[in-house]
């Protein structure tokens, strides 16, 4: 077999999502389209990109009601989105609007993290992207920030994290971050929302298990494994799952851990009897997805 054979076949996939080739290439089938920010109010709500790092691409979508006004800051909405880690962006047609959404009901200053994705940058790379993210967000609460949007109208006293599915995997990592670090003095994080999150036990995940080089690592998945999971930095925990969500077990199994440590404060789930995966993503005007968008907020 030649060279070029040998690199087209197939290494490693996660069906519907992307394929890795023996040659190195990702085959992405879903998350790769976007749609621009805009500066004309959607839903009441105004928004823009932003370059956090321009040595590593880590950037965000900045979400802001347009009836802000400077004498009154609103909470600040840290967003992670989903996708298994490999797909999807903040840009995106499933998660632009999802943001509008969730901006012009809850009343916040928001910001969508584009971190980079695995399997090129594998994990911890999107935790440690969302992190430079979160800090580069928190550099504002003295007012002095590059972003006026930020400077102006956020409330750092009254910050949450949330995310769906891999993007609940990162959003309670970096509450276990903030919950062990000296940084954030100004800074406090009143809650986070976990969607259908993506956790896993002590067993065999195939996809994690690719993406993820290092046993060293297993705490950011396995949420029992973290010895200092009682030390989760915030004031309460909202987390949804799906009556026939794959990944259901999995967010039950992690809020009976999560209220067994003491961590978290206030711990609460929610289930949507009778849907799948992120479904209020794709549905987002059935009953449901109504239901979780006005608990969410």
């Not at 989903?82 to 009343?107: Q, R």
């Not at 949007?149 to 609940?168: I, P, Q, T």
Request: with cysteine; aromatic share 10%.
């Amino acid at each position: 077999m030649d060279s070029s054979s040998s690199k087209s076949e197939v290494e490693f996939e996660c069906l519907p999502m992307f394929r890795v080739l023996k040659g190195g290439v990702v085959e992405r089938f879903t998350g790769t389209k976007t749609i621009p920010p805009s500066d004309v109010p959607q839903n009441g709500v105004v928004s823009k990109d932003v370059v956090i790092s321009p040595e590593t691409g880590v950037s965000a979508r900045l979400y802001l009601p347009t009836a802000a006004s400077p004498d009154r800051n609103l909470p600040l909405l840290l967003y992670i989105h989903g996708g298994g880690f490999c797909v999807e962006s903040p840009f995106s047609p499933l998660y632009h609007p999802h943001l509008v959404s969730l901006v012009s009901k809850a009343n916040v200053v928001a910001v969508s993290v584009h971190y980079r994705l695995c399997p090129e940058n594998p994990i911890p790379i999107p935790h440690d992207d969302t992190w430079q993210a979160f800090l580069w967000a928190a550099s504002h609460s003295s007012g002095q920030g590059p972003e006026p949007w930020l400077n102006h109208h956020a409330d750092f006293g009254r910050v949450f994290f949330a995310g769906d599915s891999a993007g609940a995997n990162i959003a309670h990592n970096m509450a276990m971050r903030a919950g062990s670090t000296t940084q954030l003095s100004d800074v406090t994080i009143s809650g986070i929302v976990l969607v259908h999150p993506y956790f896993g036990k002590n067993e065999p995940d195939r996809l994690w298990d690719y993406i993820c080089p290092s046993e060293v690592h297993n705490p950011l998945f396995n949420p029992a494994a973290d010895t200092n999971l009682s030390n989760l930095g915030c004031g309460k925990v909202l987390i949804f799952v799906g009556g026939k969500d794959f990944l259901k077990n999995r967010g039950l199994w992690y809020y009976e851990t999560l209220k067994k440590s003491g961590g978290g404060g206030a711990v609460e789930m929610v289930e949507s009897e009778g849907e799948e995966h992120v479904f209020h993503l794709f549905n987002p005007d059935c009953e449901k997805a109504g239901d979780l968008m006005q608990k969410f907020v």
